[in-house]
């Protein structure tokens, strides 16, 4: 086997998702599709485009099924617990831990549930948490893992599959909601760090149901609750860090507890 074989696969399932997605958010922007309807048009594509896309790959490149990108029912609801757990932690310390130490101005607003967000919800849900995860976490994330083997080897690959996490959300960003720079980088690097979480994540469970649930409750609650408060970008930054570390805690302790018992 050559140097680096998956690595080549996950690079190349990678270069075909933007060649195939950034025209695609760029007919959508120009379209001016906004909410729920964008979400409709999304959900075939995002299924067709991340999902199909990636299996497709893996059968073609790896001659595997969904397995191989953590599509399994072995340790399935424990899977989705411990991605649960995860986004109830991440949304603790992001939006409640500090503000309840410091007592800072916090207002939490709740949407209003009409069928604009029931369509959301069921987007992010059904589609956007499975159809992501797979490519991320499921297939870039695990490949690389299988190339640089080790607990050095799992961090060079959360590194590498964050950040074309994080790249494959720049097309939404500049030709759908137009971003100014501060606000695309601000974004970027909060894609990027909760890739390293997600990571976390599937290499904990070894299953795509963890980051994927983890994933959809954390974008579901974002689109549910409306948070408001007087912080400067430093206090967001630290609130978000908080929320990411305290979910990351989780799967450590989990790894730690293995290590102790071998």
């Known amino acids: 086997m050559s140097r680096l074989y998956h690595t080549k696969h996950a690079a190349l399932l990678f270069v075909l998702f933007m060649a195939i997605w950034t025209p695609y958010r760029m007919l959508t922007g120009s379209l001016n599709l906004s909410p729920p309807t964008l979400y409709l048009v999304d959900a075939p594509a995002k299924l067709l485009a991340i999902l199909g896309l990636t299996l ?53 607003t709740l949407v209003e549930l009409n069928t604009s ?95 994927a649930a983890m994933h959809s409750l954390w974008d579901l609650l974002l689109g549910t609750l409306s948070v408001s408060s007087p912080w400067s970008w430093s206090i967001a930054a630290a609130s978000e860090a908080l929320g990411l570390a305290l979910a990351a805690l989780l799967p450590a302790l989990v790894l730690l507890a293995r290590r102790r018992s071998r």
């Open 56 to 108: 497709f790959v893996a059968k073609r490149l790896d001659g595997a099924g969904p397995e191989w990108i953590g599509l399994k029912r072995e340790g399935l609801v424990s899977a989705v617990l411990l991605g649960l757990a995860g986004g109830v932690l991440a949304w603790v310390g992001h939006y409640l831990l500090l503000p309840a130490v410091f007592g800072w101005n916090l207002s939490v």
């Open 117 to 211: 967000w029931l369509v959301y919800a069921a987007y992010v849900v059904g589609v956007v948490g499975l159809s992501e995860e797979a490519m991320d976490r499921g297939y870039i994330f695990q490949e690389l893992a299988r190339d640089f083997e080790g607990s050095q080897g799992a961090l060079i690959a959360g590194v590498i599959s964050s950040g074309t996490f994080a790249i494959s959300h720049l097309p939404i960003d500049l030709f759908v909601y137009e971003m100014k720079p501060m606000w695309t980088l601000w974004h970027i690097v909060g894609v990027f760090s909760i890739g390293l979480v997600l990571a976390l994540y599937m290499r904990v469970s070894g299953n795509l149901a963890a980051p």
